[in-house]
């Protein structure tokens, strides 16, 4: 079994900062990427940023320069530093992870159960 664990989220006015966690635990062999995505209301679900194993992060146009993705391997988590927030940003961020269970398996996607970002004055 593999879960993924998210928070973080919460309500903040516009220019505000949140930040979200997302932890991997599990039955884990190895993570080859993690990335986050959110899905505004009305809207379809958006990828926000991505981080992989060994290559570089990157990042949605509408959030570069405010977001920053970083991974702590130690703990198998992701954490979304979200600065100079906007209204535009409200939505629920899910965590996504494509992960191996054994050395054997084909790696798979898993998903966390969203977490809500409110962007308002």
């Known amino acids: 079994q593999v879960q993924l664990v998210e928070s973080g989220g919460g309500l903040v006015q516009p220019g505000g900062s949140l930040r979200l966690s997302c932890a991997a635990s599990?039955?884990?062999?190895?993570?080859?990427?993690m990335a986050w995505y959110r899905r505004a209301p009305g809207k379809e679900r958006e990828w926000v940023t991505g981080i992989t194993t060994g290559g570089p992060t990157t990042y949605v146009e509408s959030v570069r320069g405010r977001f920053t993705l970083s991974r702590d391997n130690t703990k198998n988590t992701v954490y979304l530093q979200m600065d100079s927030l906007k209204p535009e940003d409200t939505a629920v961020y899910y965590c996504?992870?494509?992960?191996?269970?054994?050395?054997?398996?084909?790696?798979?996607?898993?998903w966390g159960q969203g977490t809500q970002v409110t962007v308002s004055s």
């Open positions: 599990g039955n884990i062999f190895m993570i080859n990427r």
């Open positions: 996504y992870a494509d992960l191996t269970t054994t050395r054997a398996t084909l790696p798979s996607g898993y």
